[in-house]
């Protein structure tokens, strides 16, 4: 199965966004009191923004693979428990390096979600999805959006909407989509701009999110539609294809960075934030580069080739053309 370049375009954009939204509680950073100027952009433009997309891409992912799975004959569903067992083993050691990490709670999900309504037909998908996803929302998003947000990328596979974004007219109704989004979510974020505290885990400000969200994921699909899309899938690309890697991967390069925190003049301030982006920043371009040079080598990343062995029972070997899209996030 031929891997669907847009999608691992915007999985490494989802992993840059959550690198500088995660930044903050890896560095243990002391909050100042009130808000400062970077810390309200933050929240408007990144914090549960890009969580909502790569916890879609998960349900994705999961489908594409069940999908490829079913072309083959294999109906067996042993393999995805031990997927998301090793997930959740994963997951539980992350947790001690970065409280509130995604790993483990997408494990608990996968296995009480996603796999049983692997079972549903398509109207099934469909119909929890529209359960789900508004009581995410209800519940003030974060964590509650992970049920939904996998469900929804279930059903967009049932309906082959992943293969349609890489066929030429697609990117007009992505456009449109990002722009009506993006209009919307434009008149929410001066609300929420004058009154901070609602950012984060709140209603108003997951409906935001989930608006921006879409309009990212949007703007992205039509961007690869454009001469920039070979420079997106060398960079974001490769990223994406080595996710659960890379994730895992910040948070220890954040960590090795914690103890020069004060010569770097990272901090809870304005202009500290600034400095943790730009932290951020460098830890992403390098992991493009490791990310590519592994690449050129190997199939997949070192995490990816051991989740793999870990969910197939064996080494199956794997084409550089023909790489599943990975069912982490």
Same mark, same amino acid.
């Given at each position: 199965?031929?891997? /669907?370049?847009?999608?691992?375009?915007?999985?490494?954009?989802?992993?840059?966004? /959550?690198?500088?939204? &995660?930044?903050?509680?890896?560095?243990?950073?002391?909050?100042?009191?009130?808000? &400062?100027?970077?810390?309200?952009?933050?929240? *408007?433009?990144?914090?549960?923004?890009?969580?909502?997309?790569?916890?879609?891409?998960?349900?994705?992912?999961?489908?594409?693979?069940?999908?490829?799975?079913?072309?083959?004959?294999?109906?067996?569903?042993?393999?995805?428990?031990?997927?998301?067992?090793?997930?959740?083993?994963?997951?539980?050691?992350?947790?001690?390096?970065?409280?509130?990490?995604?790993?483990?709670?997408?494990?608990?999900?996968?296995?009480?979600?996603?796999?049983?309504?692997?079972?549903?037909?398509?109207?099934?998908?469909?119909?929890?999805?529209?359960?789900?996803?508004?009581?995410?929302?209800?519940?003030?998003?974060?964590?509650? *959006? /992970?049920?939904?947000?996998?469900?929804?990328?279930?059903? *967009?596979?049932?309906?082959?909407?992943?293969?349609?974004?890489?066929?030429?007219?697609?990117?007009?109704?992505?456009?449109?989509?990002?722009?009506?989004?993006?209009?919307?979510?434009?008149?929410?974020?001066?609300?929420?701009?004058?009154?901070?505290?609602?950012?984060?885990?709140?209603?108003?400000?997951?409906?935001?999110?989930?608006?921006?969200?879409?309009?990212?994921?949007?703007?992205?699909?039509?961007?690869?539609?454009?001469?920039?899309?070979?420079?997106?899938?060398?960079?974001?690309?490769?990223?994406?294809?080595?996710?659960?890697?890379?994730?895992?991967?910040?948070?220890?390069?954040?960590?090795?960075?914690?103890?020069?925190?004060?010569?770097?003049?990272?901090?809870?301030?304005?202009?500290?934030?600034?400095?943790?982006?730009?932290?951020?920043?460098? /830890?992403?371009?390098?992991?493009?580069?490791?990310?590519?040079?592994?690449?050129?080598?190997?199939?997949?990343?070192?995490?990816?080739?051991?989740?793999?062995?870990?969910?197939?029972?064996?080494?199956?070997?794997?084409?550089?053309?023909?790489?599943?899209?990975?069912? &982490?996030?």
């Amino acid at each position: 199965m031929k891997r /669907i370049d847009t999608l691992d375009v915007i999985r490494g954009i989802a992993l840059c966004g /959550i690198l500088a939204a &995660n930044a903050p509680t890896v560095l243990n950073l002391p909050a100042e009191e009130g808000f &400062n100027d970077v810390q309200v952009a933050l929240g *408007l433009t990144v914090h549960e923004r890009f969580f909502p997309i790569f916890s879609l891409l998960f349900g994705l992912g999961f489908g594409l693979m069940l999908a490829s799975a079913r072309r083959r004959g294999e109906t067996s569903r042993w393999p995805y428990v031990r997927r998301f067992a090793f997930l959740l083993a994963l997951g539980g050691v992350h947790q001690l390096l970065q409280p509130g990490e995604a790993l483990l709670p997408y494990a608990l999900a996968g296995l009480l979600v996603l796999l049983p309504a692997s079972w549903l037909p398509r109207w099934g998908v469909v119909a929890a999805t529209a359960v789900l996803l508004p009581a995410g929302v209800v519940a003030g998003g974060g964590f509650a *959006l /992970i049920p939904g947000a996998f469900v929804l990328g279930l059903a *967009l596979t049932a309906f082959d909407v992943p293969q349609r974004l890489e066929q030429p007219g697609a990117w007009r109704p992505a456009l449109s989509l990002a722009v009506v989004t993006g209009a919307v979510a434009a008149l929410l974020l001066p609300g929420l701009a004058a009154n901070p505290g609602t950012l984060g885990f709140s209603m108003s400000s997951t409906v935001t999110g989930l608006l921006m969200a879409t309009t990212y994921v949007g703007l992205t699909v039509a961007l690869m539609h454009t001469p920039v899309r070979g420079a997106l899938v060398a960079t974001f690309g490769s990223l994406g294809r080595v996710s659960l890697t890379n994730y895992v991967g910040a948070t220890l390069l954040l960590l090795a960075a914690r103890p020069f925190q004060t010569q770097l003049g990272i901090d809870g301030t304005a202009q500290g934030l600034l400095r943790m982006l730009a932290l951020c920043g460098g /830890i992403a371009l390098l992991q493009v580069v490791l990310s590519r040079v592994w690449l050129s080598r190997f199939p997949q990343g070192p995490l990816e080739q051991v989740w793999r062995r870990v969910t197939w029972g064996s080494a199956r070997p794997v084409s550089r053309a023909a790489v599943p899209a990975p069912a &982490n996030a």
